[in-house]
């Protein structure tokens, strides 16, 4: 693994990211955008009803419910996160609005990956009838190496995401994780396709990283370290 100094953009600070697993996402090719056909995980639907005289119809989409994990290695003082390549972002960048809207042939085009990347918890879809802690246990495991007990999940809070369009709920956890407990490299499942690298941050750099906006990430990842942060000022 190696060392990168990278610069915050809230205080003109800097935060030290090390990496655990090195990049297997360097770009894509043959993108185009086109209409959503058999969905496997969002099903767009719409509600229609009325309001203070108003007649209304508001598009939704039905997706699954999810965990979402904070990572502390006591070991070496560092704070375990995942850094994948997300479509979704790629295509509102400046570079993804590029790509071409359902070619006649398949296009011969390639895009780095860089315009798609952010910084995330580890966390997984709740896809199966197994409490959220056994799904949280599973992705810990799956994504960054480390084996751990459901015991050793704590609770940060659930929140709810996409209030617009899915009103998805999500089990936020805390848990600590010592060396002697990794026992893969991680990197999410290779069977499914899946590409994750594995981040390590600093504990004294943590709250610097949580506002660097060089590093996209979403909101529940920096309600998690702000937690973590809440924490330890009440500790004294």
């Known amino acids: 693994w190696y ?6 953009l809230r205080r003109g600070s800097t935060a030290t990211i090390f990496r655990r697993t090195l990049s297997r996402m360097t770009s894509i090719k043959n993108a185009w955008l086109g209409p959503l056909e058999n969905p496997k995980y969002l099903k767009p639907f719409a509600i229609k009803f009325d309001i203070n005289g108003h007649k209304k119809t508001w598009e939704l989409a039905k997706t699954h419910d999810s965990v979402a994990i904070l990572i502390y290695n006591t070991t070496r003082n560092v ?6 390549f997300r479509p979704a972002v790629f295509v509102k960048s400046e570079v993804g609005k590029s790509v071409p809207w359902t070619p006649e042939t398949v296009p ?11 910084y995330e918890l580890c966390a997984g879809i709740i896809d199966r009838t197994e ?19 459901v015991d050793k999940l704590d609770l940060i809070t659930r929140v709810v995401n996409g209030v617009g369009t899915s009103g998805e709920r999500q089990h936020m956890f805390y848990t600590e994780v010592t060396d002697e407990q990794r026992e893969t490299q991680g990197g999410g499942l290779a069977e499914e396709g899946e590409v994750v690298e594995v981040i390590e941050v600093a504990r004294d750099e943590i709250e610097k990283f949580a506002f660097d906006e060089s590093k996209p990430k979403p909101p529940g990842c920096i309600l998690a370290i702000v937690w973590w942060l809440n924490q330890q000022k009440s500790k004294g």
């Open 79 to 84: 704070f375990v996160f995942v850094r994948q």
């Open 131 to 149: 409490p959220p802690e056994n799904i949280a246990a599973a992705e810990v495991f799956e994504e960054t190496g480390y084996r751990i007990g």
């Open 108 to 118: 011969q085009n390639e895009y780095s990956t860089e315009h798609g990347l952010t």
């Open 3 to 8: 060392q990168r100094r990278v610069r915050g």
